[in-house]
T-cell receptor, first 114, second 113 residues
Framework: NAGVTQTPKFQVLKTGQSMTLQCAQD?????MYWYRQDPGMGLRLIYY???????DKGEVPNGYNVSRLNKREFSLRLESAAPSQTSVYFC?????????????FGDGTRLSIL | DQQVKQNSPSLSVQEGRISILNCDYT??????FLWYKKYPAEGPTFLIS?????DKNEDGRFTVFLNKSAKHLSLHIVPSQPGDSAVYFC????????????FGKGTSLLVTP
């Protein structure tokens, strides 16, 4: 049971390059999330998708776009990477139908932008 | 503005003793609280949760206490083991209208032999 799978695990980009981070879950979950974690900070929500076909902005959406490709997959795109986007990115999912459930996280993508 | 605060960035405890991790929140509408554990190079893993209708929830060595009047919760680990060394994140949500968890900045726990 893979749970939440993120690819790639590591990536180095140059300023201005574009990149898509992939996330897939095999738990038949309805809601999916993208967070970033910076040193000394908690996890901050970038975008989320409450259900297939819907996406909404979170706390720090600027510079990012997302696509909920199907129920399993939720991708995060950086159109023109900036050094301030150097971070660890986590994807998460929950079954949905109520907020009182723990989120299941992937192992993260470590992104460095030079 | 950070609605969930973990004011201790780090904590060191001897093996076998009790670890107490603290968390404060400012939003009185939060009604579901969770603790996550995170090892380096891994994603956060759910540890234990508590609903606002309770003041205590226990799962093996882990107990979470909630004091709604003080807007404070704590995680107790008894006895602490070296494998418990990790970063612990407190999170909270308002279940009626919230869409995602609000996380604290984390507390790094080191359990020494």
């Amino acid at each position: 049971n893979a749970g939440v799978t993120q690819t790639p695990k590591f990536q180095v980009l140059k300023t201005g390059q574009s990149m898509t981070l992939q996330c897939a879950q095999d738990m038949n979950h309805n809601s999916m999330y993208w967070y970033r974690q910076d040193p000394g900070m908690g996890l901050r929500l970038i975008y989320y998708s409450a259900s297939e076909g819907t996406t909404d902005k979170g706390e720090v959406p600027n510079g990012y776009n997302v696509s909920r490709l199907n129920k399993r997959e939720f991708s995060l795109r950086l159109e023109s990477a900036a050094p301030s986007q150097t971070s660890v990115y986590f994807c998460a999912s929950i079954r949905g139908g109520g907020s009182n459930q723990p989120q299941h996280f992937g192992d993260g993508t470590r992104l460095s932008i030079l | 503005d950070q609605q969930v605060k973990q004011n201790s960035p780090s904590l060191s405890v001897q093996e076998g003793r009790i670890s107490i991790l603290n968390c404060d929140y400012t939003n009185s509408m939060f009604d579901y609280f969770l603790w996550y554990k995170k090892y380096p190079a891994e994603g956060p893993t759910f540890l234990i949760s508590i609903s606002s209708i309770k003041d205590k929830n226990e799962d093996g060595r882990f107990t979470v206490f909630l004091n709604k009047s003080a807007k404070h919760l704590s995680l107790h680990i008894v006895p602490s083991q070296p494998g418990d060394s990790a970063v612990y994140f407190c999170a909270a949500i308002e279940t009626l209208s919230g869409y995602a968890l609000n996380f604290g900045k984390g507390t790094s726990l080191l359990v020494t032999p």
